[in-house]
């Protein structure tokens, strides 16, 4: 009986992940929210009582489910949207990492926190989820540049914050020495392995060919990629996005590589790509109604401080863009940019390995719903001609279009 129950329910949450999907494209509200409050209510009517949150194999689908949404996130990023946005994405990672980390961890650590899960709360409201990124960019206009920028952005700041996350779990005592050349160390390092094991994976799987179950072995192929950076002190994260990089890149690689054989590496077929995408959505829709079940709503004020926090990131984030701004990016799309830093898959695959209380759990849930949600909000707001700064509306509310919003980059 509980395994009908439990499979009765993993179909209902898969259909409703679908309905969400329209709904999200259709009238523009994000299917994460409603995931989340789905899995709210499952919890609360008691249909998820025989999950087991420390069950290892929980913990392995959770690693597959981290392990294969940075593969997908990191395959559509192009070299060259790279190396024409990395200075100015990756600076802008850096400052929002240090700034947003800052001032998060010394509001959480006035509510309360321990210093250490006040300076976890920090670094995971650095993070952009980089799936809901692309969703947001299949529906709303954005100039090749900015697009580039916000995706490369997007995976700079999730890897500094996995590797910084790991590092404090992995290691008691550490120096930011010896941190800044862990980090270095583990980018180069697992930068290398996930090239290296992409060349030979595309090479053998042309020789294997398209019809031979090349996409499952390509998940398999992912598997052990993770696990031998792991096993060699790499970073598991950063090899796959390396490898994915490669992967989606291979044109270009291949007209490098093999002037006299431009066939000899050819990308992931469109048929590949789709299955990929659909596999990636059922690992989305299935870990965000995870998260939701972890709501504790006898504590909801802690879903409020995690709205707070958001708010203030968001600030800090406007700030920095003060500071990156550059001028062949439209200005609305900066505003844009401004919004996007909608948290996700990384706080949820994290707090798992994280282990904090409930008051930590309901916080992260809470910045997750509710930066989605002003994302929600803002989007719209701003296709209409709209800047709906924070700092403004509290100020002085939404004002309309005026040739000045073409003219200043306003907070």
Request: aromatic share 10%; hydrophobic share 55%; net charge positive.
């Amino acid at each position: 009986m509980a395994i009908t129950l439990s499979l009765f329910i993993i179909a209902i949450i898969i259909v409703f992940g679908l309905i969400a999907k329209l709904i999200f494209s259709k009238y523009k509200v994000p299917d994460v929210m409603l995931l989340i409050l789905l899995g709210t209510l499952l919890s609360h009517f008691g249909l998820t009582g025989g999950l087991d949150l420390g069950s290892p194999m929980l913990s392995v689908l959770i690693t597959i489910a981290l392990i294969y949404v940075v593969f997908n996130g990191a395959l559509p990023i192009k070299i060259r949207a790279v190396f024409s946005s990395a200075k100015w994405a990756f600076v802008s990672a850096i400052l929002n990492f240090i700034a947003i980390t800052t001032g998060v961890t010394l509001v959480s650590f006035m509510f309360g926190f321990e210093l250490k899960m006040a300076l976890t709360l920090g670094m995971l409201l650095c993070v952009m989820d980089g799936s809901i990124i692309n969703s947001i960019l299949e529906i709303v206009k954005f100039s090749k540049r900015a697009e580039a920028f916000i995706q490369v952005e997007s995976a700079f700041v999730d890897i500094i914050v996995i590797v910084a996350i790991v590092a404090m779990i992995n290691i008691q005592e550490i120096s930011l020495q010896t941190f800044m050349q862990q980090i270095v160390n583990f980018i180069f390092l697992s930068s290398a392995i996930g090239v290296a094991f992409a060349l030979g994976w595309a090479s053998l799987a042309k020789k294997i060919g398209t019809r031979n179950h090349l996409s499952i072995a390509t998940i398999a192929m992912l598997l052990l990629v993770y696990v031998f950076a792991e096993q060699f002190s790499a970073n598991g994260v950063i090899t796959i996005f390396a490898f994915a990089i490669t992967i989606g890149n291979l044109k270009i690689l291949s007209k490098v590589m093999y002037k006299k054989d431009q066939e000899s590496i050819e990308p992931l077929s469109a048929e590949q790509k789709h299955f990929f995408s659909d596999f990636s959505f059922i690992l989305r829709t299935l870990l965000f109604v995870f998260i939701g079940t972890l709501v504790d709503l006898q504590i909801w004020k802690y879903l409020l401080l995690g709205l707070l926090l958001v708010i203030i990131a968001y600030i800090i984030r406007s700030f920095i863009f003060k500071i990156v701004y550059t001028g062949d990016i439209p200005l609305k799309d900066i505003l844009m940019m401004k919004i996007m830093g909608t948290k996700g898959m990384t706080p949820v695959v994290l707090i798992s390995l994280i282990a904090g209380s409930t008051e930590f759990t309901n916080t992260i849930i809470g910045a997750i719903f509710f930066s989605v949600l002003l994302t929600a909000i803002a989007i719209p707001i701003i296709e209409r001609g709209h800047n709906p700064s924070i700092s403004r509306f509290i100020s002085s509310g939404f004002k309309k279009k005026t040739p000045q919003l073409e003219q200043e980059n306003s907070l």
